[in-house]
Structure formats: structure tokens, C-alpha cells
């Protein structure tokens, strides 16, 4: 699980708003105040994003894998 604060970064660092914002046709950002963890597991993670597009909020689910290492035979 991501700190709140660091899955925003990490956010920025993708550029999802960007990529989001080239897809939808309209700029898109995401609301760091209102991203909340809503299930954690030792191996992934879901996080609510609120996006403001304009004047509309949009819900958007976001899902973070841990991936583990493959074994070699």
C-alpha cells in the first residue's frame, strides 16, 4: 500500500492526468485531497481518484499490484 501522498506523486510521475486528459479531449486533474485507500491487501490495492474535467468531478478506481518475482526452473 501506497502512502496517499506518494501514490499522488507517483501519479504526477506517470503523467495520468495527462494521458487521461489527451484520451477524454478535455484536460483532466486528479483531486490529491480526496484520494482514499479502499482496500488494501498484502499483494494490491484499490484507490478512489476524484478527476475534475470543467465543472464535473469524476470517480475513478484504481487498482495497484505488487508483482512478484518469477521463478526460474
Known amino acids: 500500500m501506497y502512502d496517499l ?3 499522488y506523486y507517483k ?3 506517470l503523467k495520468i492526468a495527462e494521458k487521461l486528459s489527451y ?3 478535455e484536460k483532466i486533474t486528479v483531486i490529491p485531497s480526496e484520494i482514499k485507500c479502499l482496500k488494501s491487501t ?3 490495492s484499490i484507490y478512489k481518484l476524484l478527476l475534475q474535467r ?6 475513478l478506481s484504481l487498482r ?3 508483482r ?4 526460474m526452473k
Not at 54 to 59: A, F, L, N, P, S
Not at 68 to 71: G, S
Request: glycine residues 4%; aromatic residues 0%; positive net charge.
Open 11 to 13: 501519479i504526477k510521475d
Open 23 to 25: 484520451s477524454m479531449g
Open 5 to 7: 501522498k506518494a501514490l
Open 68 to 71: 512478484q518475482p518469477t521463478k
Open 42 to 44: 498484502k499483494r494490491s
Open 54 to 59: 470543467k465543472m464535473v468531478i469524476i470517480q
Open 64 to 66: 495497484s499490484t505488487i
